[in-house]
């Protein structure tokens, strides 16, 4: 889910200090890059590391690795909560 999250991001529009929405896909980007771009891909890489490390050996530091992308995971459910009560 997240994955195909990031290329959406890119396509929903943004609201703008005075309360419009744009849907300027150059602005769109410039925002996103700006505020959530970096955590949105932190979360994914840590996704797939996740999964990509799934099917080897599992040590101490696979559970470090679990417990941090289970916590970006978490604040991600936030962050769209967030946006949700904005939304209403």
Aim: glycine fraction near 4%; proline fraction near 2%.
């Amino acid at each position: 889910f997240w994955t195909l999250d990031i290329p959406m991001s890119f396509l929903t529009g943004c609201s703008e200090l005075n309360g419009t929405v744009t849907m300027n896909p150059a602005t769109i980007a410039k925002k996103y890059i700006r505020t959530w771009f970096c955590f949105d891909l932190l979360v994914v890489s840590l996704d797939w590391t996740e999964l990509l490390l799934s099917a080897g050996v599992v040590n101490m530091s696979w559970a470090r690795v679990s417990k941090a992308s289970r916590f970006f995971r978490i604040a991600r459910m936030l962050r769209l909560l967030r946006l949700a009560r904005v939304q209403d």
